[in-house]
């Protein structure tokens, strides 16, 4: 069992930067691919990044990229989401999840969530 907890949220004005960390309370946490998925009001949840567990592979939703960054050191068993230039449409309920597996783009392959970290952006 991998226990998640999300940082780093709050309120932002547009084009300001936030980031989220993801700590992980599993010494395993290398053995984890990190996910990063975000829910807006009335929307369904949608991939953000997803990073390899050796940190050297990333992915990126086209809605993020080039503004978001994800990373991860394993050594603090924590993740991490550099979010720039933000946009209000980037307002959303952060979350971060582990895959045992390889890092998708698909919320239901992913094992254990944190509880979600608000981000507002104000235009």
């Known amino acids: 069992q991998v226990h998640l907890v999300e940082s780093g949220g709050g309120l932002v004005q547009a084009g300001g930067s936030l980031r989220l960390s993801c700590a992980a309370s599993?010494?395993?946490?290398?053995?984890?691919?990190m996910g990063w998925f975000r829910q807006a009001p009335g929307k369904e949840r949608e991939f953000v990044a997803a990073?390899?567990?050796?940190?050297?592979?990333?992915y990126y939703a086209d809605s993020v990229k080039g503004r978001f960054t994800s990373s991860r050191d394993n050594a603090k068993n924590t993740a991490y989401l550099q979010m720039n230039v933000l946009k209000p449409e980037d307002t959303a309920v952060y979350y971060c999840?582990?895959?045992?597996?390889?890092?998708?783009?698909?919320?239901?392959?992913?094992?254990?969530w944190g509880q979600g970290t608000q981000v507002t952006v104000s235009s």
């Open positions: 999840a582990a895959s045992t597996s390889f890092p998708t783009v698909i919320a239901g392959t992913y094992n254990y």
């Open positions: 990073i390899h567990w050796h940190g050297l592979v990333t």
């Open positions: 599993e010494r395993t946490f290398s053995n984890y691919a």
